[in-house]
């Protein structure tokens, strides 16, 4: 697999939303009111083609996000901050379970818990 194609109406601002919340960065080559951006991260590389019409009903394909040097509660947070909305908490008092938000155009994301948070 090359990248993951995510459809937007604003590939440049949705690549640094994205490249922020994976701790990445948007490609030398990208600039604003550019019709592509790619965001290389560790894992797979995504890109973001405008396109002329929203998003109109929920992803059949989403992200699922496991935080590396934060617990998943944190990065919930540190999301939120860039812009993301929590869609459904479905985080449980023991720790187990996720949370659903979406990004900025209103494509639907989970974070899980971390490896350590996992492990503990």
Known sequence: MRHVTIDCTDAYALATFWAAALDARV??????????ALVDSPGASLLFIQVPE????????????????????????????????????RRNPDGTGWATLADPEGNEFCVERSAAERAG
């Open 27 to 36: 490609s030398d080559d990208d600039k604003p009111g550019d019709e592509e």
């Open 54 to 89: 929203p998003k109109a009903v929920k992803n059949r394909v989403h992200l699922d996000l496991q935080p590396q040097d934060r617990t998943r509660d944190e990065e919930v947070e540190r999301l939120l901050a860039l812009g993301a909305t929590l869609l459904d908490d």
